[in-house]
Every structure is written in structure tokens, then in C-alpha cells.
């Protein structure tokens, strides 16, 4: 597998499962940021697929968050604001999708990750899932993902999540919250039942899930801009003093 990672589409039964690798847990560049929004995009103009199932690939993490080597290099304002951009994009393809997407969570979800959970529509989780926001601990926050996690989970539930930077939410909490939708003992299990689901799923009226969809992301349409505002916030935090001094002990460990 490519050190560069990769996006993976794969069509059956009128499902497109969406995959996503990249050997640093799952993280993401800014290219496969990229690619993973045009990924979604795309799907808008297939009248073959009702469905988007998201995944990532490997057993152990579901998603690492943006890109860590990346976040190192943010020397400006503006290559910050891009930076962060990048899940703000994604976030927005999602909620304009006009396919209904379902989350399959096989491992933990950090930052960027617990967004991405956040934005689909109904999840499938395993019992080992927990999830973290950590962003504070190093100087910025979740800006970017806040409205989709807000929307998802509450504002109490988001602002605990964000104040305890450094500690882990079990997946039955993230369940409790309405993060994950169901929750299963082992992939295989979660598997099963999302297969089950989606085949049920995508048999339905493409016209009725689709306004379903629509409905059900009333109210967001002014996120195309709040989201590039929230990551110009992140894209000068990440230039402080603190965040430096954060970032430098991190990649000391």
C-alpha cells in the first residue's frame, strides 16, 4: 500500500462503499482530503447508487484526524487556512450529497475523524470505537467539525467532549449521544448487520431517500461559508506560541 495512501470506490447492489487508507492510522493529507470530497461529489450524478457507505481500511483505527506531518509545516495564515479547509470541504460534500451515507466505524475516530463520523447519517460502530477530541490540547480546537459534531451530539455533549482533550469517550458514550447509531461486539457482526441494512436501504424509493436526505440537513446551507471561516480561526491559532511549543513535544515522543 502507498505510503501516499489511498480512496477506494467500489459499487454493488446499488451501494458505493467509499474506503479510505493511509498508514499513519488513517490520517488524512491534504490530497486525500481532497480526493475523498471529489470522491462524494461525484456519486451525486450516479443514478446507480442510493447509498454511500464511508469506511476506512486496517482493523485497529477508523480515522486519525488531518494529516500530523502536514499540520507540522503551517508556516502562514493563509497555507493554515488551506490546511484546515480540508475537512470543511469533505464535511460540506457529505451533507450535499444527495445520496443517504452510513458510517462504518471499525476502530477509534480523533479530531478530523469524530467530523467525518459525525457527518454521516446513520452509523455502525464496534464496541472497541471510542472517540476524542484532542485539538485543545495542543492550541486550536475542533472549529472546523464543531457544527456537524454539535449537530450530531448537542453542545453539551461536543463542549465535554472538547474540554476533556484528553480523554478517550467509550463507544457506548459516543452511542448514548446518538454519534453511532448501533453498536456490535465484532467487525464481522457490524458487517452483517450493515450489509442487511444496506440492502434493505437502497431498495427503497431513490426519490424518497433523497428528500429524506435533504430534510434531514435542513438549516446547514450557510455552512459552505462557516466552515472556511472556522479553519481561518484554526489557521492562526496554529501559529501561536503555545501550539509550536505543542506540536515540538509532540514530535519529540
Known amino acids: 500500500m502507498s505510503e501516499q495512501g489511498h480512496i477506494w470506490l467500489h459499487i454493488k447492489n446499488h451501494t458505493a462503499f467509499v474506503s479510505f487508507y493511509h498508514s499513519a492510522s488513517n490520517s488524512f493529507p491534504g490530497h486525500l482530503l481532497a480526493e475523498?470530497?471529489?470522491?462524494?461529489?461525484?456519486?451525486?450524478?450516479?443514478?446507480?447508487?442510493?447509498l454511500i457507505v464511508l469506511q476506512s481500511e486496517g482493523e485497529r483505527?477508523?480515522?486519525?484526524?488531518?494529516?500530523?506531518?502536514?499540520?507540522?509545516q503551517v508556516d502562514n495564515e493563509q497555507t493554515g487556512e488551506k490546511f484546515f479547509s480540508g475537512f470543511a470541504n469533505v464535511i460540506?460534500?457529505?451533507r450535499k450529497s444527495s445520496k443517504i451515507i452510513i458510517g462504518r466505524v471499525q476502530g477509534k475516530a480523533v479530531g478530523g475523524g469524530v467530523g467525518l463520523v459525525a457527518a454521516c447519517d446513520y452509523v455502525f460502530a464496534v464496541e472497541s470505537a471510542s472517540v476524542k477530541l484532542s485539538e485543545l490540547a495542543i492550541g486550536i480546537g475542533p472549529?472546523?467539525?464543531?457544527?456537524?459534531?454539535?449537530?450530531?451530539?448537542?453542545?453539551?455533549?461536543?463542549?465535554?467532549m472538547t474540554l476533556e482533550a484528553e480523554t478517550w469517550k467509550t463507544a457506548e458514550w459516543a452511542k448514548d449521544n446518538k454519534l453511532f447509531t448501533q453498536l456490535f461486539t465484532s467487525i464481522s457482526e457490524m458487517d452483517e448487520a450493515l450489509n442487511a441494512f444496506c440492502d434493505r436501504l437502497s431498495a427503497y424509493n431513490p426519490e424518497a431517500l433523497y428528500e429524506m436526505k435533504k430534510a434531514m440537513w435542513q438549516g446547514?446551507?450557510?455552512?459552505?461559508?462557516?466552515?472556511?471561516?472556522?479553519?481561518?480561526i484554526s489557521g492562526r491559532l496554529v501559529l501561536s506560541d503555545f501550539t509550536r511549543n505543542a506540536l515540538a513535544k509532540f514530535k519529540q515522543k
Request: hydrophobic residues 45%; negative net charge.
Open 36 to 50: 475523498l470530497t471529489q470522491t462524494i461529489s461525484n456519486l451525486n450524478d450516479n443514478n446507480d447508487v442510493n
Open 92 to 94: 460540506n460534500a457529505m
Open 220 to 232: 446547514t446551507d450557510h455552512w459552505d461559508d462557516l466552515l472556511i471561516e472556522r479553519a481561518k
Open 143 to 160: 472549529f472546523v467539525i464543531e457544527p456537524a459534531v454539535s449537530r450530531k451530539i448537542g453542545v453539551p455533549a461536543m463542549s465535554e
Open 61 to 72: 483505527a477508523f480515522c486519525a484526524g488531518a494529516s500530523f506531518d502536514e499540520l507540522l
